[in-house]
């Protein structure tokens, strides 16, 4: 223990660490990719939840008119303007992320141009729902089923390198992918210090990033198709999303529906308010 105005460092002598084992296999690099994976399914969800909350409260028509003339309309503003900043570093964490110990798509991607890491990948055995129905009592039905899904997925390997050019093409060399990585990596991540002249300055995102919500909308549809790809080939399922706009639907309409009652409550205690105001002027007025 130590005592008031003294100081004692134990001696305390760490373990050496030795070396990093590799894998020249691919087996290590192979269940990162499937960690990968997995965060990317569990994490885009949240991207086209924010994705669809802006989107529905730009289109509302009641919320917008609740908001007109209002104090209330620029906190929406501001408060809208958060998301969609929100919503494009999430984009460019999940999607674009190049540092080494990111869980991104494009780490996942390189990971899939590894000859070891596919090798490793396409000699996993899946256990199936037929097979185990069929079972081992009949073994044409069975080697025929084993056929059948051995073909199918010897197409899904032959169609890789495909399917990554198309990722590619559609995710990580468009325009979009460049703003979004600027703006990302040098507002959130770095704080990029630039030349403004001979003066510096802190890069800042203006108006000449010329990135519009059609843009970033047709991008996260692109990136989602990736995603979706991504755990077909990895995990060998598929990434569920049919249901969310359903969900996030129910999720949008009660949030609206709680902001038009608190503007409307606002704008009634308002009226009210200079209702009385005016009635005791009436009154002290000869």
């Given at each position: 223990?130590?005592?008031?105005?003294?100081?004692?460092?134990?001696?305390?002598?760490?373990?050496?660490s030795g070396p990093k084992q590799k894998t020249p296999d691919g087996s290590g690099e192979l269940a990162r990719l499937r960690v990968t994976v997995r965060h990317l399914s569990a994490a885009w969800p949240t991207v086209l939840q924010r994705r669809h909350f802006l989107r529905a409260m730009a289109r509302s028509e009641a919320l917008r008119s609740a908001l007109e003339k209002t104090y209330a309309g620029h906190v929406f503003n501001a408060m809208h303007g958060a998301m969609s900043f929100d919503l494009v570093r999430a984009v460019g964490a999940l999607i674009l992320d190049h540092r080494r110990r990111s869980a991104s798509l494009w780490h996942a991607v390189a990971s899939l141009r590894k000859s070891a890491v596919v090798k490793q990948l396409r000699a996993q055995v899946y256990p199936d729902p037929e097979m185990q129905l069929v079972g081992r009592a009949n073994a044409e039905i069975h080697a025929a089923l084993a056929r059948i899904h051995r073909n199918a997925f010897d197409t899904v390997f032959n169609d890789l390198p495909a399917q990554l050019e198309e990722i590619d093409t559609t995710?990580?060399?468009?325009?979009?992918?460049?703003?979004?990585?600027?703006?990302?990596?040098?507002?959130?991540?770095?704080?990029?210090?630039?030349?403004?002249?001979?003066?510096?300055?802190?890069w800042v995102v203006n108006r000449d990033t010329n990135l519009t919500y059609a843009q970033l909308d047709d991008y996260i549809d692109a990136c989602t198709k990736a995603v979706d790809r991504l755990n077909h080939l990895v995990l060998r399922t598929a990434f569920?999303?049919?249901?969310?706009?359903?969900?996030?639907?129910?999720?949008?309409?009660?949030?609206?529906?709680?902001?038009?009652?608190?503007?409307?409550?606002?704008?009634?205690?308002?009226?009210?308010?200079?209702?009385?105001?005016?009635?005791?002027?009436?009154?002290l007025t000869p």
């Open positions: 223990m130590c005592r008031a105005g003294s100081w004692r460092m134990e001696d305390r002598t760490l373990p050496m995710v990580f060399a468009t325009p979009v992918a460049r703003t979004i990585k600027d703006v990302r990596d040098k507002v959130v991540a770095h704080a990029a210090v630039e030349h403004d002249g001979t003066d510096w300055k802190i569920s999303f049919d249901d969310l706009p359903g969900i996030d639907q129910g999720y949008v309409n009660e949030y609206i529906d709680a902001l038009l009652i608190g503007l409307r409550e606002q704008k009634q205690e308002k009226e009210r308010q200079r209702e009385e105001r005016l009635k005791r002027t009436q009154e």
